[in-house]
């Protein structure tokens, strides 16, 4: 089963992942866990189908997981950010000027995200983050194209909401 499934189940979820080590390591705890529960192990229906679905569910969670260090990471900068912090110049750009200037935006556009419901999240977080196409979103969140399409806009729309109330705000 490893030598037949392991090579296309890595390039299966590299699809998602975008990274080769990342999804060596998904596919690995995958045959991990089937050897570890090898003993009370059951496959309903053709094995190639619950592999398959087996490493999409798990690269699914390796981006989830990924995105909530993008979150503690973005946190962490924003506390160097304030005055004091002895590690500015170290995690975020030298230029003090032009920080002082996106920090409100990415305040605000990282606010509004956080409002979006949780698939739009992540559909955004995918083409953003990850760079992925809208099929490759459709096929790593199992929906159609056109769900992706309406989850971007939905996003974009409120971004865009957002971006004219932040203009108003200044003027």
Request: hydrophobic letters at 45%; glycine letters at 6%.
């Amino acid at each position: 089963m490893f030598r037949s499934y392991y090579a296309p189940l890595c390039d299966f979820v590299y699809r998602y992942v975008r990274s080769r080590a990342e999804s060596e390591e998904v596919v690995d705890d995958l045959f991990a866990w089937i050897w570890e529960h090898r003993g009370t192990w059951v496959v309903h229906g053709q094995l190639r189908t619950y592999l398959f679905g087996a490493a999409r569910n798990r690269a699914f969670n390796a981006l989830r997981h990924s995105l909530i260090e993008c979150r503690w990471r973005a946190s962490v900068m924003q506390e160097c950010v304030l005055p004091g912090c002895d590690v500015v110049g170290a995690v975020v750009s030298n230029d003090a000027e032009e920080r002082l200037a996106r920090e409100p935006l990415m305040l605000a556009v990282g606010r509004v995200v956080q409002q979006l419901p949780k698939r739009c999240r992540m559909a955004i977080a995918l083409r953003w983050h990850r760079q992925l196409s809208h099929g490759e979103i459709a096929e790593a969140m199992g929906i159609s194209i056109k769900t992706v399409e309406i989850y971007l806009a939905r996003g974009f729309k409120a971004l865009r909401a957002a971006s004219e109330e932040l203009r108003a705000a200044k003027e």
